[in-house]
C-alpha cells in the first residue's frame, strides 16, 4: 500500500518568511508528485508539479524531489497571509486513478 | 468554462437514504474521479473513470457506485446512507495523459444523522 506521509502542522511563520513544506513517500518506483493548495472550505488546487530529482522554480515557489531519500518538499518565498492554506502533497503512481494524497500540512502566515 | 461543477453543495440525509451527487465538466476530459475527504484526512479516491463506459473502483469504493454514460457526467450513487458516509465528496476531472494534474469541483458536503 503506497503511503505518502505529511507532518500535519500547523506550521506557523512570519510574513515574508521561507516556508518549507515537507513529504516523504513509500514506493521507490514513484514518478511524479504533486503539490495541491487547499484553503479552509475550499477544493484543492494545482500549485506544483515535480518529475525529476532537484529543484522546480515558479515564481515564489519552489519544488524539491530526492529520488534516493524519497523526500519531496515545497518552499515558499517571501510567505504572504494569502498563502495560509493546507497543502496536500500527491504521489502519482504511473497510471490514472493512482495518485495518493497526503494528509497535508497546514501553513499559518501571520502578518 | 465552468470547469468542473458538483450539485447539491449540501445535503443531510437520514440513515437508509440513498441519493445521488451530480458531477459535470466542460472541459472535455476523458479522466473523471470522485474522492472523499474526511477532517484532518487527506483525500480518498472512491471511484474513477478513464471514459465513457468504463468505471473502475479506488481505495473506499464500499456503499457507492458510479456510471459514466457521456464524457461530461460522472454521478456517485449512495446506497443506504451510513453516518460513516458524513464526509466533503469532490468530483475531479483530468486530461487524457494529466497523469496527477487534476481540476477539482467545488465540493459537497454530506451529512447522514
Known amino acids: 500500500q503506497k503511503e505518502v506521509e505529511q507532518n500535519s502542522g500547523p506550521l506557523s511563520v512570519p510574513e515574508g518568511a521561507i516556508a518549507s513544506l515537507n513529504c516523504t513517500y513509500s514506493d521507490r518506483g514513484s514518478q511524479s508528485f504533486f503539490w495541491y493548495r487547499q484553503y479552509s472550505g475550499k477544493s484543492p488546487e494545482l500549485i506544483m508539479s515535480?518529475?525529476?530529482?532537484g529543484d522546480k522554480e515558479d515564481g515564489r515557489f519552489t519544488a524539491q524531489l530526492n529520488k534516493a531519500s524519497q523526500y519531496v518538499s515545497l518552499l515558499i518565498r517571501d510567505s504572504q497571509p494569502s498563502d495560509s492554506a493546507t497543502y496536500l502533497c500527491?504521489?502519482?503512481?504511473?497510471?490514472?486513478?493512482?495518485?495518493?494524497f497526503g494528509k497535508g500540512t497546514k501553513l499559518s502566515v501571520k502578518p | 468554462n465552468a470547469g468542473v461543477t458538483q450539485t447539491p453543495k449540501f445535503r443531510i440525509l437520514k440513515i437508509g437514504q440513498s441519493m445521488t451527487l451530480q458531477c459535470t465538466q466542460d472541459?472535455?476530459?476523458?479522466?473523471m474521479y470522485w474522492y472523499r475527504q474526511d477532517p484532518g484526512m487527506g483525500l480518498k479516491l472512491i471511484y474513477y473513470s478513464v471514459g465513457a463506459g468504463i468505471t473502475d473502483k479506488g481505495e473506499v469504493p464500499n456503499g457507492y457506485n458510479v456510471s459514466r454514460s457521456t464524457t461530461e457526467d460522472f454521478p456517485l450513487r449512495l446506497e443506504l446512507a451510513a453516518p460513516s458516509q458524513t464526509s466533503v465528496y469532490f468530483c475531479?476531472?483530468?486530461?487524457?495523459?494529466?497523469?496527477?494534474?487534476?481540476?477539482f469541483g467545488e465540493g459537497s458536503r454530506l451529512t447522514v444523522l
Open positions: 515535480i518529475y525529476s530529482n
Open positions: 500527491a504521489d502519482y503512481g504511473g497510471s490514472q486513478g493512482n495518485l495518493i
Open positions: 472541459m472535455n476530459h476523458n479522466y
Open positions: 475531479a476531472s483530468s486530461p487524457q495523459g494529466g497523469g496527477g494534474e487534476l481540476f
